[in-house]
C-alpha cells in the first residue's frame, strides 16, 4: 500500500507566478489534511477536505490560496500571485474515517524567487 | 483553542544516554495527542499517539509517552538514544474530526 503521494517535490516559482501542489491520499483514505512549515517553525494547519467538500478552512490565508479534493484524482493546494513569503514546505495528510491518525506525505517544498 | 508548548528547541545527548522530550498542551476536552519525527527535508513519520486507556504508551524505535492529564504533558522518553534518532521531534494535538495542532519542535543531535 503505497503511501501520501505528494507532488512535485521541489517547485520554484516566480514572484505572481502559480503554484499548484498535488496530493494522492493513500488508498482508503478519504480526509485530505494540508499543513504549512515556514522556517524555523513547526507545522500550521491550512484546510481539511473530504471528497468534494471543504470541511475546515479556518487556516487558510483569505486571498490566493485555494484547495480542492475532487471526485477523482488528487488533491490540489492552488496557490495564485506567488510572493517570497510563501516559500515553505506544503505537506498533506491523509486518514482514514473516521479521522484519527493522519500519515504525512514527504511534501512540497516552494521556493519564490 | 488547542496549543501545544514544546519548551526545549534544541536537546543535545550522548548515545546511549536516556532522552526526555516535553510537551505541555492546552485543550478543552480529552485530547488526541500524537509525536511524529522529521529528519531534514522529509515528511513527518509517526512515533505514537494516545486516544484514550493506559496512560503509558509504546511506539516504534523504542520510543514511549506517558499521558499526564493533571499536568497537561505528554513527553517522550527513550532509554538509550542511538545516532540515527536525530532529527527534529514534534507534539500534536488533535481535535476529534483530526486537525492537529502542532508545537514548535525539538530538534534532537546526538553525540558519538
Known amino acids: 500500500n503505497a503511501g501520501v503521494m505528494q507532488n512535485p517535490r521541489h517547485l520554484v516559482r516566480r514572484r505572481g507566478q502559480e503554484a499548484r501542489l498535488r496530493c494522492s491520499p493513500m488508498?482508503?483514505?478519504?480526509?485530505v489534511y494540508w499543513y504549512r512549515q515556514l522556517p524555523e517553525e513547526g507545522l500550521k494547519f491550512m484546510v481539511y477536505?473530504?471528497?468534494?467538500?471543504?470541511?475546515?478552512e479556518s487556516g487558510m490565508p483569505k486571498e490566493r490560496f485555494s484547495a480542492e479534493f475532487p471526485k477523482e484524482g488528487p488533491s490540489i493546494l492552488r496557490i495564485q500571485q506567488v510572493v517570497r513569503g510563501d516559500s515553505a514546505a506544503y505537506f498533506c495528510?491523509?486518514?482514514?474515517?473516521?479521522?484519527?491518525?493522519?500519515?504525512f506525505g514527504p511534501g512540497t517544498r516552494l521556493l519564490v524567487l | 483553542a488547542q496549543s501545544v508548548t514544546q519548551p526545549d528547541i534544541h536537546i543535545t545527548v550522548s548515545e546511549g544516554a536516556s532522552l526526555e522530550l516535553r510537551c505541555n498542551y492546552s485543550?478543552?476536552?480529552?485530547?488526541?495527542l500524537f509525536w511524529y519525527v522529521q529528519s531534514p527535508g522529509q515528511g513527518l513519520q509517526l512515533l505514537l499517539k494516545y486516544f484514550s486507556g493506559d496512560t503509558l504508551v509504546q511506539g516504534i524505535k523504542g520510543f514511549e509517552a506517558e499521558f499526564k492529564r493533571s499536568q497537561s504533558s505528554f513527553n517522550l522518553r527513550k532509554p538509550s538514544v542511538h545516532w540515527s534518532d536525530a532529527a527534529e521531534y514534534f507534539c500534536a494535538v488533535g481535535t476529534s474530526y483530526g486537525k492537529l495542532t502542532f508545537g514548535q519542535g525539538t530538534i534532537l543531535t546526538v553525540h558519538p
Open positions: 488508498k482508503g483514505h478519504s480526509h
Open positions: 495528510a491523509s486518514s482514514p474515517p473516521p479521522s484519527e491518525t493522519q500519515y
Open positions: 477536505l473530504q471528497k468534494e467538500n471543504i470541511i475546515d
Open positions: 485543550y478543552g476536552a480529552t485530547p488526541y
